[in-house]
């Protein structure tokens, strides 16, 4: 089995910063993709960004592109997500998951956490 947790969320004024944490336990061992995922109230749930946890190859979504960076320590199971220059339409709850495929579709994702809020005041 294995278990997600995101810590890091708060609030945060326009054009400020937070990083997320996501630490993975359980079966860690072999290769998988981490990705970070996010809801808006009333919306769907969209892709964010992932990586490759042996590779460190890593793709994101065109809105985050360049403000965001996903990264991972694989000696502490975790993978954080570094979030910059943050806009209101930032606001969601964020989500962490693990999957076997590098994709950016939510359903191919086994494990998720619970989720972290991220609210930016503008």
């Known amino acids: 089995q294995v278990q997600v947790v995101e810590s890091g969320g708060g609030l945060v004024q326009a054009g400020g910063s937070l990083r997320l944490s996501c630490a993975a336990s359980?079966?860690?061992?072999?290769?998988?993709?981490m990705g970070w995922f996010r809801q808006a109230p009333g919306k769907e749930r969209e892709f964010v960004a992932r990586?490759?946890?042996?590779?460190?190859?890593?793709s994101y979504a065109e809105s985050v592109k360049g403000r965001f960076t996903i990264s991972r320590d694989n000696a502490k199971n975790t993978v954080y997500l570094q979030m910059n220059s943050l806009k209101p339409e930032d606001t969601a709850v964020y989500y962490c998951a693990r999957g076997s495929t590098f994709t950016a579709a939510a359903d191919m994702y086994d494990y998720w956490g619970q989720g972290t809020q991220v609210t930016v005041s503008s």
């Open positions: 359980g079966r860690t061992s072999g290769n998988y993709v």
């Open positions: 990586i490759t946890w042996s590779g460190g190859f890593a």
